[in-house]
C-alpha cells in the first residue's frame, strides 16, 4: 500500500514532464509498431512473390462475345486446365452469384440491394469460393473452430470460414443462411434458392491473403469475409451463372519451378483450352520490373518507417533521459526524507522505476484507445508485441541507467556515469 | 551509544581521490547534545550520513546501540533508522503532496500495524508542542518555513526515536524560528534523547553541551559549552 502510494505521488510530481513522457512513448511505440508492420509486410509479400515468381502466374479466362455465353461448359474448361497443369492448380471466384437477405447480419460488398422472387431484399455479402488445393495452400489461421476439410469439398459439404468480425454475431455450428442466383425470370425477376451452411471456424482477426496478381502481391483482409469451399454441386450450378460465364475464373499456377519455365510450352495449350470453349483469355505474367518494383516499394516503405523510427529514438532517448534525471535531482530531497524515514534505497529505486513502467503502460493504453477509435490500422497481435518491447527496451535501458546512477552511485556503473563528489541521497 | 573507530570515507573524482572523512575514533553517549561544526565542505555531513546509516564508509567500524553497522542488512538499516534515529533536514524535505498530518504520519507506515494507531494517537500531543496542530490539513507549500522545520521535526519525533540528527536544522530560518526549533531539540534532549546537531553558525553550537569541529574530514574536541539555560 505504502509503494502503491508513493508511485502514485510520484506519478503527480513534476505532471508536465510526466505528460511529455506519455506524449513521446506513445508517439514512439507508434512508429515502432508501424516499422514492425512494414517490415512484416515487407518479409511477407517478399516471400510470398520470390516462391511464386515465374514467367505466368495467373491465367484468366475471360469471354467479351455475349452471344457465346451459353456455349461454356465451365466444368469442361476446369477438368481441362486440371489435366493441363495437375492438382496444383488453384482457383477461386470471387462474390460468386451468393446474396444474403438485407435483415440478416453479414458484411455486404455495397449498399445496393436487389429483390428476389420471394420479394426478399438481397444484398452481396464479401465472399470467396476456393477449390481445395487453395484453401490448403492458403493456410488460414483460425481462432476457433476447425479448418476446411476433404469432406466440405464434397456434394454435400456445407462448412463454410467466417472473418473474425463475424464473431459477435455467430457462433461455430451456426447455420448461416444463403441464397446461390438461379437466373431471371421472364419478368425480369431475380430468382434465387436458398442454401445453408454451418459456421465451422472463425478466422484470426486481420488475417489477410496475398493474390498474385501480374507480378504485385494484392492482399484481401478476411475480416469480414465468408470463406465458401468450391464444391462439385456448386460448380455445377454457378458453372450455368451469367456473370460466371463472362467473367471466367483464376487459374493460380503451381510455383513449382519446372512449371514457371515451362509456361511458354503450357501457354499455347491453355489458349487452345479457351479457343475449344469459345473463351479469349489473359495470361498475367510476371515481369521482372513489376516484381522489382513491388519489392521495392514495400523496402522503402519499411525503410522510411526506420528512419522514422530511429530518429524519434534518439529525441526520445534524449528527452527521456532528461526527465529522469532532472526529475531526480528536483525530488532528491524527497527520496531523502524516504530513505530516512525507514526506506532502502532498493525499495525507492523499485518505486520510481515502477512509476515510469506505469507510465509506459499509460502511454501504451492511450495508443491502444487512439488505435481503436482514430488510427483503425490492422496491427497483429506479433507486430504490437515486438513494436511496444522494441521500444520498452530502449525507454527500460534509459531509465534504468540514470536511476542506478543516481540510487545506486557506489556500484560499477554508477562510478562511470558519476560527475558529481557525492554527499547527497542517491 | 554510538562508537566510531578508524572511520575513513574517500571520493574520487576522476584520478583524484578526496579524503571526505578521516575519523580515528568518534563516541557519543545517550542523551548526549552534541554540535558539529565546521565550514562547508569540512565533511560534516558525510559524518552525520553515516551516524544516520544513510551512506557507508570505506573502512572502520560504526556501532550503534552495540550493533555493527557493517553487519546489519539494508532492510535492517532502514528498519534502525525508522525506529531509532530521527532526521531533521535543512530542506526541511516534506513531500508536496501531502498534508501536514500526512507527511507527519509518513514514518508510521514503515512501523507493523499494531504500532501505527499508537503512534498516530500522539500526533495531536505532539504537534500541540510544535504549535502546528492548526496546519494539520494545509499543504506544506502553504507554511511558513519556521512552520515546515516544526512539521518536519514532528515527523522526525513521531516514532519517538532514541537519536535525533538535525543538519544544519536553522539554516533556512530567521533568528526567531532558529531560536524556536533550538528550543524544541533541548527540551527532546531533556526528554533523555541524544540529539546531535551539525550546524555552521557557532551560536548554535554553543548551545550544545559538547561540541566538535571538523576540519578537512577531522575531528576536534572543544571545550565543554556553558549552557545557555
Keep these: ?61 475471360v469471354d467479351i462475345s455475349a452471344e457465346s455465353i451459353s456455349s461454356k461448359d ?62 490448403e495452400k492458403a493456410d488460414f489461421r483460425l481462432a476457433s473452430g476447425r479448418q476446411l476439410e476433404a469432406r466440405d469439398f464434397a456434394d454435400s459439404g456445407n462448412g463454410i470460414l467466417l472473418g473474425s468480425h463475424y464473431r459477435e454475431n455467430y457462433q461455430i455450428g451456426d447455420d448461416f443462411l444463403l441464397q446461390s442466383f438461379v437466373g431471371i425470370s421472364e419478368a425480369g425477376q431475380v430468382m434465387t434458392a436458398e442454401r445453408t451452411y454451418q459456421v465451422k471456424g472463425f478466422l ?14 494484392e492482399e484481401i483482409l478476411l475480416d469480414e469475409m465468408i470463406v465458401i469451399p468450391l464444391t462439385e454441386d456448386l460448380m455445377q450450378s454457378d458453372s450455368d451463372n451469367l456473370s460466371v460465364q463472362i467473367m471466367g475464373f483464376f487459374y493460380m499456377l503451381s510455383a513449382k519451378e519446372e512449371e514457371a519455365l515451362n509456361y511458354l510450352d503450357l501457354a499455347e495449350a491453355v489458349k487452345e483450352i479457351g479457343a475449344r470453349h469459345g473463351y479469349s483469355y489473359l495470361a498475367f505474367s510476371n515481369d521482372r520490373s513489376i516484381f522489382d518494383f513491388e519489392i521495392n516499394m514495400y523496402r522503402s516503405l519499411y525503410q522510411n518507417q526506420l528512419f522514422l523510427l530511429l530518429l524519434l529514438l534518439v529525441f526520445a532517448t534524449v528527452q527521456t533521459g532528461m526527465i529522469v534525471h532532472f526529475s531526480f535531482k528536483k525530488r532528491q530531497s524527497v527520496y531523502a526524507a524516504y530513505l530516512g524515514m525507514g526506506s532502502t534505497k532498493a525499495e525507492i529505486f523499485t518505486v520510481i522505476s515502477l512509476h515510469y513502467l506505469l507510465l509506459f503502460a499509460v502511454a501504451w493504453a492511450l495508443l491502444y484507445m487512439s488505435e481503436q477509435l482514430f488510427i483503425k490500422e490492422n496491427w497483429l497481435s506479433r507486430q504490437v508485441a515486438w513494436g511496444t518491447l522494441f521500444y520498452l527496451t530502449f525507454y527500460g535501458l534509459t531509465v534504468l541507467t540514470i536511476l542506478i546512477n543516481h540510487c545506486f552511485p557506489g556500484r560499477k556503473l554508477g562510478k562511470l556515469l558519476q560527475m558529481r563528489k557525492g554527499g547527497e541521497v542517491g | 551509544m554510538i562508537h566510531l573507530t578508524d572511520i575513513k570515507k574517500t571520493y574520487q573524482t576522476g584520478d583524484a581521490v578526496f579524503t571526505a572523512l578521516d575519523v580515528p575514533s568518534f563516541h557519543c553517549q545517550q542523551g548526549e547534545l552534541l554540535a558539529i561544526i565546521g565550514e562547508s565542505g569540512s565533511g560534516k555531513t558525510t559524518l552525520l550520513r553515516i551516524l544516520g546509516l544513510l551512506d557507508h ?15 546489519l542488512t539494508h532492510k535492517q538499516q532502514a528498519q534502525l533508522r525508522n525506529q531509532m534515529i530521527g532526521f531533521v533536514l535543512q530542506h526541511f524535505g516534506l513531500i508536496a503532496d501531502y498534508t501536514v498530518k500526512e507527511n507527519i504520519l509518513l514514518p508510521t507506515t514503515y512501523l507493523p500495524r499494531h504500532l501505527r494507531k499508537e503512534k498516530a494517537a500522539q500526533l495531536d500531543t505532539l504537534c500541540a508542542a510544535m504549535e502546528i496542530d492548526d496546519q494539520l490539513k ?52 531533556q526528554k533523555g534523547k541524544t540529539v546531535i546537531i551539525v550546524t555552521h553558525e557557532q551560536a548554535i553550537a554553543d548551545a550544545c553541551d559538547r561540541q566538535i569541529v571538523m576540519k578537512d574530514g577531522k575531528l576536534e574536541e572543544r571545550s565543554v559549552c556553558v549552557d545557555p539555560v
Design chain 1, 204 to 217: 484470426t482477426e486481420a488475417h489477410s491473403l496475398l493474390n498474385f496478381w501480374q507480378g504485385r502481391t
Design chain 1, 74 to 135: 465451365i466444368l469442361a474448361v476446369i477438368d481441362e486446365g486440371q489435366a493441363l497443369f495437375g492438382d496444383d492448380v488453384y482457383y477461386y471466384l470471387q462474390g460468386g452469384d451468393f446474396f444474403a437477405e438485407a435483415d440478416a447480419f453479414v458484411y455486404s460488398e455495397g449498399p445496393l440491394a436487389i429483390e428476389n422472387q420471394f420479394g426478399q431484399s438481397l444484398v452481396q455479402p464479401q465472399i470467396v469460393i476456393m477449390n481445395q488445393a487453395l484453401v
Design chain 1, 1 to 61: 500500500m505504502r509503494r502503491l502510494t508513493y508511485v502514485l505521488t510520484e506519478i503527480g510530481a513534476h505532471v508536465w514532464l510526466k505528460v511529455a513522457v506519455v506524449g513521446m512513448t506513445t508517439l514512439v511505440i507508434m512508429s515502432s509498431i508501424q516499422f514492425f508492420q512494414a517490415y512484416d509486410r515487407y518479409l511477407e509479400h517478399t516471400q510470398a512473390l520470390t516462391e511464386n515468381f515465374g514467367s505466368a502466374s495467373s491465367i484468366r479466362f
Design chain 2, 57 to 71: 564508509c570505506d573502512s572502520g567500524s560504526y556501532r550503534i546501540k552495540d550493533q555493527a553497522a557493517e553487519m
Design chain 2, 138 to 189: 494545509k499543504y506544506p507549500n502553504r507554511l511558513s518555513r519556521g512552520q515546515q522545520q516544526r512539521v518536519a521535526i514532528a515527523r522526525a519525533l513521531i516514532n519517538d526515536p532514541a537519536i535525533l540528527l538535525a543538519d544544519e536544522p536553522t539554516g533556512n530560518l530567521d533568528s526567531r524560528n532558529s531560536q524556536l526549533v533550538l528550543d524544541i531539540l533541548r527540551r527532546e534532549h
